[in-house]
């Protein structure tokens, strides 16, 4: 156990809803990131934020993902108008001050649209 | 564009033997490698690293190798456990921004 939580852990939506995805990182994690998964693929970066601030985004992320990490502790990924090629595996990973550079991955959210 | 290559989608192992698991990359910039074991309806956990100075690190029955002239790296898991069957996924960078390979299933046989 990493520590680091995600809500939901699945969920299947009609194309064109918004969903939002909750990341719960530990305290000591003052970076977060959130990295998309398909099958047969890594994790393929989307965004990092240094606390509060939203440092780097992927060429990935279209206009219809947002992602806010309001009080540098908790982060939400919010999708609008979701397109079926957006299923896939949603993981965050929190990430402290630590000689060897790991991130701590989260379970994941499991999008799924219908 | 992959720029992080794990060729060996799985490998089979017999237990007690080495398992060795093949990662190459494209960019000479990255200074930071990293290995993830992820189990299935898991999020990946973290194994070992090795930055850009040097050519090796070990940890226990894991043994990560840096060839940096040809931008290559190894995983060595020796005994080799069926705990140890898993996706393997290689991670390279620096910075902000790591890149992940696509894994590599490895089956450890009783």
């Known amino acids: 156990d990493t520590g680091v939580s995600q809500d939901p852990r699945h969920k299947i939506t009609k194309r064109g809803q918004n969903v939002t995805f909750r990341c719960d990182p530990i305290s000591e994690h003052n970076r977060l990131y959130w990295y998309r998964q398909t099958l047969g693929q890594g994790p393929e970066f989307l965004t990092y934020f240094q606390n509060e601030a939203q440092l780097e985004k992927s060429r990935l992320l279209s206009d219809r993902f947002s992602a806010e990490r309001p009080k540098g502790s908790f982060s939400t990924l919010e999708i609008q108008r979701t397109e079926q090629g957006d299923s896939a595996m949603y993981l965050c990973a929190g990430q402290g001050e630590t000689r060897d550079n790991e991130q701590f991955f989260g379970p994941g959210t499991r999008l799924t649209v219908l | 564009d992959q720029q992080v290559k794990q060729n060996s989608p799985s490998l089979s192992v017999q237990e007690g033997r080495i398992s060795i698991l093949n990662c190459d990359y494209t960019n000479s910039m990255f200074d930071y490698f990293l290995w993830y074991k992820k189990y299935p309806a898991e999020g990946p956990t973290f194994l070992i690293s090795i930055s850009s100075i040097k050519d090796k690190n070990e940890d226990g029955r894991f043994t990560v190798f840096l060839n940096k002239s040809a931008k290559h790296l190894s995983l060595h898991i020796v005994p080799s456990q069926p705990g140890d069957s898993a996706v393997y996924f290689c991670?390279?960078?620096?910075?902000?921004?790591?890149?992940f390979g696509t894994g590599t299933s490895l089956t450890v046989i009783p």
């Open positions: 991670a390279s960078g620096g910075g902000n921004q790591f890149y």
